[in-house]
């Protein structure tokens, strides 16, 4: 079976390093509860992710952009929220 990975071709030793930088990102948000500059940061970084996902599905035409939408528009939410209730750090 040929994963998401191998259809985008993405080397299968980035799956590791990807996938932490992911669940670093989700702690982080969880973190930004109590320290909002930490949550702020997360947020920006899954959003760099997730743009980065993005060029990498337009490189090889893979226009079926519905998940990585809402991928995207979760951590671009809570980045706003945090900007907009705590202001710039």
């Known amino acids: 079976m040929e994963s998401q990975a191998d259809k985008l071709g993405v080397p299968r030793s980035w799956m590791r390093p990807l996938g932490t930088l992911l669940g670093a990102g989700a702690l982080g948000l969880l973190t930004g509860f109590a320290v909002p500059v930490v949550g702020a940061l997360a947020a920006a970084g899954l959003v760099l992710y997730f743009t980065g996902a993005l060029w990498v599905h337009l490189r090889i035409g893979d226009y079926a ?7 995207l528009c979760l951590p671009a939410a809570a980045l706003a929220v945090n900007l907009a209730y705590h202001g710039r750090a």
Do not use: A, E, K, S
Request: hydrophobic residues 70%; glycine residues 14%.
């Open 65 to 71: 952009l519905g998940p990585w939408f809402v991928f």
